[in-house]
C-alpha cells in the first residue's frame, strides 16, 4: 500500500515539474522570467522568429446599438530552436520570456 502512494507522489511530482515553464539546456536552466540575452547566451540565435500581433474582436449588441469591443493580447515575438527531434519554441514580451513550450519528441 505504501509502495503505491510513492509511485502516485513521484508521478505527480514529474507532471508538475513537465509543465513548469522551465527547460533544461545542459547543465543550466531557463525559466519563465529569464531574460532574452539569457536565453541566446544559453541556446543561441533562434532558427526561427516570428512577431506576434495584438488581436481584436468585434461584438455586436442590439440592432439599435452597436458596441465595439476590442481584446488585446500582449504582443511578442516567438523563438523557435530545433533541438534534435524537438521543436522548443519560446515567448519573449518585453524582453523576457513569458513561455517555453517544448514540443517533444
Known amino acids: 500500500m505504501h509502495g503505491y502512494i510513492g509511485w502516485i507522489c513521484l508521478a505527480v511530482a514529474f507532471t508538475a515539474q513537465a509543465g513548469s515553464g522551465t527547460l533544461r539546456v545542459g547543465s543550466q536552466v531557463l525559466v519563465v522570467g529569464d ?3 539569457r536565453a541566446v547566451e ?3 540565435k533562434p ?15 442590439n ?3 452597436s458596441r465595439a469591443s476590442r ?3 500582449p504582443s511578442g515575438e516567438q523563438w523557435q530552436y530545433r533541438q534534435g527531434n524537438r521543436v522548443v519554441t ?3 514580451v ?10 517533444g519528441r
Open 90 to 92: 519560446i515567448v519573449v
Open 63 to 65: 440592432a439599435r446599438k
Open 47 to 61: 532558427s526561427y522568429k516570428s512577431h506576434g500581433k495584438a488581436t481584436s474582436t468585434r461584438r455586436a449588441g
Open 42 to 44: 544559453l541556446l543561441g
Open 35 to 37: 531574460s532574452a540575452t
Open 94 to 103: 518585453d524582453g523576457r520570456i513569458s513561455a517555453i513550450r517544448d514540443g
Open 71 to 73: 481584446t488585446t493580447e
